[in-house]
Structure formats: C-alpha cells, structure tokens
C-alpha cells in the first residue's frame, strides 16, 4: 500500500512539473498546448452550444498560436507586428518588430517571449512592450519556446535552425546551456522533470538536461520529426512524417520501452502536428483527414472520424470531455471524445493552421489570415 502511494505521489509530482508554464488560471493559456508538457490537455469545459462572440481581424498572414493571460490574448503576424485583445474584442497592446515572426509566444511573470525568423529570442515586457533582453542565435527560430526549470530558475529552452537547442535564463537573457543536435530545430521542446524532448529532421527524438546540456538519451524513429512530442505522466507520444505514432515509457529519467499506437504503411498519411493526450486516450490528426484515437492501456483503436479538410499543422486540444479540432479549410468542430460523435461545427471561412487556446467559457481561434475568433456562451 505504501508503495503504491509513493508511486502515485511521484506521478502527481511530475505532472506537477510538467504543468510549469501553462494556464495557471480560468483566464490564462499561457504557452503553446497549454502546459508546458505540451499534453494538449486542459480541464476546462468547452460551452456546450458555443456561438461567436466577437472576432478581431488584423490581415496580414498569420502561422504561430495564440496565448491568453489575464483574458488577454496575444499573438504575432508573419510581418512581426504583435498584437493585444481584451475579453471584449479590444486591442490593448501593439508591438511592432522589424523582422518577420512565425512562432507562437510563450508568457511567464508578465514577460511574452518569442522567437524571430532571423533568430533572435526576444523578451517583452507586457504591457508596456519594452524589450528586457534579446539573444541572438545563428538560425531562424520558428518553435514556440517553453518554459523549464533550471536549478530552480525560470529558464526558455528553444530550438533553432542553427541545430541547436538553447537553455536561456529568462530573467536576462543569459545563455544556460545548449545542445547540438543533427539538423535545424522546427518543433517546440516538451518538458518533463528536470528534461526537455524534442524530434529533428534528422529522425532522432533526443532527451537533454537544461541543468548541464547534456544528452540523456536518444531514440531514432522511421522518418523525421516535423513537430513535438506530447507527454502525460511517464509517457511521451510523438509522430513521425512517415505515419508512425509512438508510445514511449519514459522511466529512470531515461527513454525505456516504445511501441507504435499507429504503424506506417505504404499508402499511410503523415503525421505533422502535436497529439492531445488524457488520461485515457491520445488523439491524432493525420492529413488524410482523419482525427483519431487511441487507448493509452492496450494501444487499440478507440474511434476514427473523418474530418471536412486536411488539419494541416494545426493540432487537436481535449477539453474535459470533449476534442477540439481545426481544419486548413476553416471548419471548426467538436467531439464527444468517448466515442467520435460530432458534436458542434462552424466553418471559419479561412485557413487555419494554428492550434486553439482555451480559457473559462470560451476558445479562441486564429486563423492564418490573421483573424482572430472569439467563441463561448
């Protein structure tokens, strides 16, 4: 009995850990997936006839996500200018950056980090938009920083198309630590403990410290890794381009034993986004159109539904009990994440290839034309 107390003590502890840098509050998504685990997960309910509430249109073309803190939800067009919109639809913070930007920010302690497509890693001071500090790196960065932690300090791990993953204080920018991998950086590092996971276009999903930029492990997968691995307690999932999804055990702070939930074939879609992971299941898109999920327990298929439009590089968010999902051709849809069931549909009327961000009653969804759309109650 004792033991299986500890065991559960030390699974709540690393869930803790892993929530670092996510949504803190009802009103806040502070990073990309929202925690910093990027699990894809929040227990927030999504307003079970959702309709739109206002919407916010900027222009210019948009790639990265947005954030929310404080209700306020931020986001940064391609041409680098950056953007503030309060719960009622009003811009409250512009900043303008001479540089293009495709990242999605990430928030912590009132400052918004992001990266530059000419690599630099910025630090804005919200709300008066001052830059605190900038760290210049020798590629473009198109990942959306993550939140770590760094012998108890806040550190911003990125990757680069430098090759390298960087580990950066976030109080003044100082460099921490940094690791070289086989190829540029695209895909935003998933933390877990005192480790950070990330996949490459040189097949290999690496595990590194923060603490001395070290490697800790290695697994090389079938294809390469176009996006982020997913993890929820001791498991990471992660999909490869050429349609394998992965299962892998992480155990004695290292990469144990793996299996595929989904195996490549011939005639198989690539896997291009980040997998939503409960407690239960994980959910994939896949761009033959097809949103699917899998047991966590046994690996078997749960449900499998077709989507109206390729997802793209938008990725699937569970919210309590139910799955948001994107498409590139605008539609908007949710299901009953039990069984597949279509529970609610909007057609945007624009690309989308960003991931949603959720706050109490209401999501958020930005569309590759830089519109911003507010659904809730």
């Known amino acids: 009995m004792i033991k299986r107390l500890l065991k559960y003590l030390a699974i709540a502890l690393a869930l803790a850990g892993c929530s670092k840098g996510g949504g803190t509050g009802n009103m806040d998504w502070n990073v990309f997936r929202g925690d910093s685990s990027l699990s894809g997960y929040t227990d927030q309910a999504l307003p079970s006839k959702p309709r739109l509430l206002w919407s916010f249109t900027t222009g210019p073309r948009t790639e990265g996500s947005p954030v929310i803190k404080d209700g306020v939800t931020y986001w940064c067009d391609r041409r680098g200018k950056m953007y503030g919109v309060d719960p009622d639809g009003n811009q409250v913070f512009q900043k303008e950056f001479d540089t293009y930007i495709e990242a999605t920010p990430l928030i912590n302690d009132g400052v918004l980090y992001i990266g530059t497509t000419d690599g630099s890693l910025l630090a804005i001071s919200i709300p008066d938009g001052n830059v605190l500090w900038e760290y210049e790196t020798e590629g473009q960065i198109s990942a959306s920083p993550n939140l770590a932690s760094f012998a108890g300090r806040d550190a911003i791990v990125v ?12 109080a003044d920018g100082t460099l921490l630590s940094r690791y070289e991998s086989g190829y540029y950086l695209n895909g935003a590092a998933a933390c877990w403990r005192q480790n950070v996971l990330f996949g490459g276009c040189d097949q290999w999903l690496r595990m590194i410290d923060c603490a001395t930029g070290g490697a800790v492990d290695s697994l090389r ?105 994107c498409t590139k051709t605008g539609i908007i849809s949710i299901f009953d994440k039990s069984d597949g069931t279509l529970l609610w549909e909007y057609d945007a009327g624009e690309d989308i290839i960003a991931s949603p961000a959720v706050i109490k009653d209401r999501f958020m969804i930005l569309t590759a034309k830089g519109t911003l759309l507010c659904f809730g109650k």
């Open 159 to 170: 990757g680069s198309y430098d090759n390298w993953m960087y580990c950066i204080d976030a």
């Open 221 to 325: 997968l079938d294809a390469y890794i176009p996006s982020s691995p997913a993890i929820s307690g001791d498991m990471a999932y992660v999909g490869d381009y050429s349609g394998n999804l992965y299962a892998i055990n992480l155990e004695d702070g290292k990469m144990g034993k793996w299996s595929k939930l989904r195996e490549a074939t011939e005639d198989s879609s690539d896997l291009v986004s980040v997998p939503a992971v409960d407690s239960k299941a994980v959910y994939a898109f896949s761009s033959d159109r097809l949103l699917t999920a899998y047991s966590r327990k046994d690996g078997s298929l749960k449900w499998s539904v077709l989507l109206k439009g390729n997802p793209g590089e938008s990725s699937p968010l569970v919210c309590r009990d139910k799955v948001l999902a």
